[in-house]
C-alpha cells in the first residue's frame, strides 16, 4: 500500500461539470453544452474563487476522436497550461461517464488496454498533473450502462453489468501503472456515489445486497474482493471468472484518496406498497415489484447525509477521504446550505481524527438536463457557482460561499442560519416510514436567524412573497408597510435585508434610506409601466424609460441606496384564475405577462447573490390581454387555440411594454408557465404535473416545453420544486 501523507485540515476543491456520455449514437459533451469548452477565461474566474486545486477533464473523447487515430492536443495544452500560470492544481479526469473514441466502448475487450495507452500519453504530456481521477464514478457508469439501459451500450443484464464494471476498473488499476510509471508520485482518487440504501422488512434482503454493492469499485481496487464476500458468488454468476476477480488481489491499486460523491437522492427506499407511491417510482426484478424512492422524502428519521456516508467509507477503507462532488440543483440559498453541510461533515469528522481532505465544489458552470439523466436535449440547465442564462459566466451566492470557505474558512451569509429543506418537516411527501437510522451527529455552528423583511400592502405580491420565503426557509418577517410609522429603523436593523413590494414613496423612500445606512440588501419590486410607446421588440435593463411615476419611484430609491436591486415584472398573474391579472384588471397594447412564482422565486435568487440595479423578470413573450386570456382558455381545455379576437381599445393600441433581459435573468416561455400554474391548480397542493398532460398541452399548442421541468424527480440532483405549497400561489 502507498504511503499515506501526515493528516491535514480539509481543503477546499471546485470543478466544471464535465460529462461524455451517450445514448444511442448522440453523445452529450457538458464541456460544450455549458460553452466551457470555449472560454478559457472561466480559468480566471475559478482562480478568483481562491481554489487551488480544480477537478479538470482530459477526457479521451475530446482528444482523440478515434482509438487508431492521432491525439489533439490542442485545447488541453491550453488549458493546462493557463491552470499552472494560475497556480491550479488540477486533479484530471480521462473518462466522465463515457465510452472513449471511435473504436471502442465499454464492453470492449481491449477496451483497459487501450485507456491505459492513453493515460500514459497524458502523463507523458504534463508529467507535472499531481493527482488523477481516471475513470468517473465506474460502478454508477456500469449501473445506467450496462444494468438500466439508460446510457450507451444499453444493456440491461447483469452480465454487461460486469464487465463493464470489471473493464473500467482493471483500465483504472493498468493507467495507474503506466502513469506512475512516469510521475511514480501520481496520486490516484477514485470517486464513486455510494449511497445508502434502507428498505422495508420485507425487503430487507434487497437493501442488503444494494448496500454490499455499492462499494464493489473501492473493494475491487483494494484486492480485497474475494470468496468471502457477500458479492462473489454472484460476480461468477453473473459472467465473471474467477481469473478475473482474482487479477485484482495480485494488482491492488487502493485509492490515495476516496471521493464520495453524495447527492439527497442518493439515498433510497425500497417499499412493495405500490399505491404509497407514483408509478414512476414503481420497479423490480425476478418478478418481484417494489417502489425505489428517495429516502429523504419518506424516512422519519432525520438523513444521516454526507456525514454518514464518510463515515461509513472511513470505517470500511480507513483510507483518506474527499467529497468529490458537492451540487445540489435547487434554489440557490438551498445550495448554499447543502454546500455547508458538506463543509461541516467534512469538518467534524476531521476534528474527530479522521482523514478528510477536501471537499469538492461541483458544477461550477452549472448542467444540463441531469433531470433526465442526460439522456435528452431539452435545455433543463441548473446553475451553480455560476449563472449561464445571460450567455456569460454570471457569479451566484454559490460563488460567494466559496470565496468565503476557500479564502476565511467560514461563511457568514445569513441563509445559512436555516436548515436545508432535507432538514425540515415539509421535505416528507409520503407517508413517512421509520427504518430505526440514527440521527447524524454533526456539528453545526450556530448562527444569527436574522429575518428577511418584507414590507407592502395586501396583496397577490405580499403573500406571493410570504410564501415562497416559508417554502425556501428564509425566516421572511412580512409587515404591513402602513403600520410601520417610526419602526422602520428597528425593522430594518433587526433584518438581514428588505424586500418592498409596493409601499408607498415615503415608505420606499425611508427603507432606501435606512438599508444604505445599515449596508443591508434592498429589493424593490416595480412595473413595465415604467416604459411606453412603440417598440417592436422587447425592453432590456438599459432602455430609457418614460417619464412617469415608475420611473420617479426608480430614481428616487437609486438615489437613497445606489445598491439597492430593481425588479420590474410583467403583469403579475397566479390566483384562482390563471387569467386573472394582479397588475391591474388588463392591460393595454403589448405586454409580458409573468408568473407570480417565477418572478418571486428569481428576485430571491438575485436577492441571495447580492445583485443590485435594475434587472427585468418576465416570462419570455409579448402578447396582448386578449391572446392571453385564449391562450389560458386553451391550456385549461386542451384544445387549440382559437385566434383572439382584439377589442376595440387593443385594435388601435400601439403601446408595448414587453421586456426581456440583457442581464441574464430568463424565466422560461409565457406558454411554460402556462402549463405549469393550470397543471398545479388542477393537482392543487402538488406542484407538478404529469408528463402525459403536459404532453398533451404542448402538443395542442404546438409549443416548445423544452424548459419545463419533468414531473418525475430528477435522479441525480434535487430540486425543491416537488415541496408541498399552500393553496394560494403555485410554485
Not at 500560470?85 to 466502448?105: D, F, Q, R, S, W
Request: proline share 7%.
Amino acid at each position: 500500500m502507498r504511503s499515506i501523507p501526515p493528516r491535514r485540515p480539509p481543503e477546499l476543491w471546485a470543478g466544471p461539470e464535465c460529462s461524455h456520455n451517450r445514448v444511442g449514437n448522440r453523445s452529450f459533451d457538458q464541456l460544450e453544452r455549458t460553452g466551457h469548452a470555449r472560454r478559457i477565461e472561466d480559468l480566471e474566474l475559478i482562480a478568483a474563487l481562491g481554489v487551488r486545486t480544480v477537478r479538470y477533464p482530459v477526457l479521451w473523447e475530446r482528444v482523440m476522436d478515434d482509438v487508431s487515430g492521432k491525439p489533439d492536443w490542442t485545447w488541453t495544452d491550453e488549458r493546462l497550461g493557463r491552470l499552472r500560470e494560475l497556480g491550479l492544481n488540477p486533479v484530471a479526469g480521462l473518462l466522465h461517464h463515457g465510452n472513449g473514441p471511435k473504436g471502442t466502448n465499454l464492453l470492449d475487450p481491449r477496451f483497459p488496454e487501450l485507456f491505459a495507452a492513453f493515460a500514459r500519453q497524458v502523463a507523458e504530456r504534463y508529467p507535472w498533473i499531481p493527482a488523477y481521477i481516471p475513470i468517473n464514478e465506474p460502478l454508477t457508469t456500469a449501473r445506467f450502462a450496462g444494468l438500466y439501459g439508460i446510457w450507451f451500450p444499453h444493456r440491461r443484464d447483469h452480465e454487461s453489468f460486469v464487465r463493464i464494471l470489471l473493464h473500467q476498473l482493471q483500465a483504472t488499476v493498468l493507467a495507474m501503472s503506466e502513469i506512475r510509471e512516469v510521475n511514480p508520485e501520481a496520486e490516484l482518487v477514485q470517486n464513486e456515489d455510494i449511497g445508502r440504501i434502507a428498505g422495508t422488512p420485507a425487503l430487507a434482503e434487497r437493501a442488503a445486497y444494494e448496500n454490499e454493492r455499492r462499494w464493489l469499485t473501492f473493494d475491487l481496487l483494494c484486492g480485497r474482493f474475494d470468496e468471502r464476500s457477500p458479492m462473489w458468488n454472484r460476480a461468477l454468476r453473473w459472467g465473471a471468472t474467477e481469473e478475473q476477480l482474482r487479477w485484482f488481489q495480485g494488482a491492488a491499486c487502493p485509492p490515495d484518496v476516496i471521493g464520495v460523491d453524495h447527492y439527497l437522492t442518493s439515498d433510497r427506499l425500497l417499499d412493495e406498497r405500490l399505491d404509497r407511491y407514483p408509478e414512476w417510482a414503481h420497479g423490480g426484478e425476478d418478478g418481484r415489484r417494489w417502489a425505489d424512492i428517495e429516502a429523504v422524502r419518506v424516512i422519519a428519521e432525520e438523513p444521516g447525509g454526507v456525514l454518514g456516508v464518510l463515515r461509513a467509507a472511513w470505517d470500511r477503507f480507513g483510507l483518506p477521504l474527499a467529497v468529490t462532488e458537492a451540487h445540489l440543483g435547487c434554489t440557490r440559498e438551498e445550495q448554499m446550505r447543502w454546500l455547508q453541510e458538506c463543509w461541516d461533515a467534512a469538518m467534524t469528522l476531521s476534528g474527530e481524527g479522521v482523514d478528510v481532505r477536501a471537499v469538492c465544489v461541483w458544477m461550477l458552470f452549472g448542467g444540463y438536463d441531469w433531470n433526465t439523466l442526460m439522456t435528452s436535449d431539452t435545455g433543463f440547465y441548473e446553475p451553480g457557482a455560476f449563472d449561464l442564462r445571460s450567455g456569460l459566466p454570471r457569479s451566484t451566492g454559490v460563488a460567494e460561499w466559496t470565496r468565503d470557505i476557500a479564502t476565511k474558512g467560514r461563511s457568514e451569509h445569513p441563509v445559512l442560519g436555516l436548515p436545508g429543506w432535507w432538514r425540515r418537516p415539509e421535505r416528507l411527501v409520503y407517508p413517512a416510514v421509520n427504518v430505526g437510522s440514527s440521527t447524524p451527529d454533526l456539528r453545526r455552528e450556530e448562527r444569527p436567524r436574522r429575518p428577511l423583511l418584507v414590507l407592502g400592502e395586501p396583496g397577490p405580491l405580499m403573500e406571493g412573497l410570504r410564501t415562497l420565503c416559508d417554502v425556501r426557509g428564509l425566516n421572511a418577517a412580512v409587515v404591513e408597510s402602513s403600520t410601520t410609522t417610526g419602526s422602520i429603523e428597528r425593522l430594518v436593523g433587526d433584518a438581514w435585508a428588505v424586500i418592498d413590494a409596493g409601499s408607498d414613496q415615503v415608505v420606499v423612500t425611508h427603507v432606501a434610506e435606512t438599508t444604505r445606512r445599515h449596508h443591508k440588501r434592498l429589493v424593490s419590486f416595480s412595473s413595465h409601466h415604467i416604459f411606453s410607446g412603440r417598440r417592436g421588440s422587447p425592453f432590456v435593463e438599459s432602455d430609457e424609460p418614460g417619464h412617469n411615476e415608475w420611473a420617479r419611484r426608480e430614481r428616487l430609491v437609486l438615489d437613497k441606496n445606489p445598491e439597492a436591486l430593481i425588479v420590474r415584472t410583467g403583469p403579475l398573474f397566479g390566483g384562482a384564475d390563471p387569467s386573472e391579472n394582479h397588475d391591474s384588471p388588463r392591460w393595454i397594447g403589448l405586454a409580458s405577462p409573468t408568473y407570480l412564482p417565477d418572478a418571486v422565486n428569481e428576485a430571491l435568487d438575485l436577492l441571495v447573490d447580492g445583485e443590485k440595479a435594475v434587472w427585468h423578470v418576465a416570462n419570455r413573450g409579448s402578447v396582448r390581454f386578449s391572446e392571453f386570456t385564449q391562450m389560458c382558455d386553451a391550456i385549461s381545455g386542451l384544445v387549440r387555440p382559437r385566434t383572439a379576437v382584439l377589442t376595440p381599445a387593443e385594435q388601435g393600441a400601439s403601446v408595448d411594454t414587453s421586456l426581456t433581459s440583457e442581464r441574464g435573468s430568463v424565466l422560461p416561455a409565457l406558454e411554460d408557465a402556462l402549463i405549469r400554474y393550470v397543471g398545479v391548480r388542477e393537482h392543487r397542493g402538488f406542484p407538478v404535473v404529469t408528463n402525459e398532460w403536459l404532453a398533451a398541452a404542448a402538443a395542442e399548442l404546438r409549443i416548445d416545453t423544452t424548459s419545463t421541468p419533468s414531473s418525475d424527480p430528477p435522479a441525480h440532483v434535487p430540486t425543491s420544486t416537488r415541496l408541498p405549497v399552500p393553496d394560494g400561489i403555485r410554485s
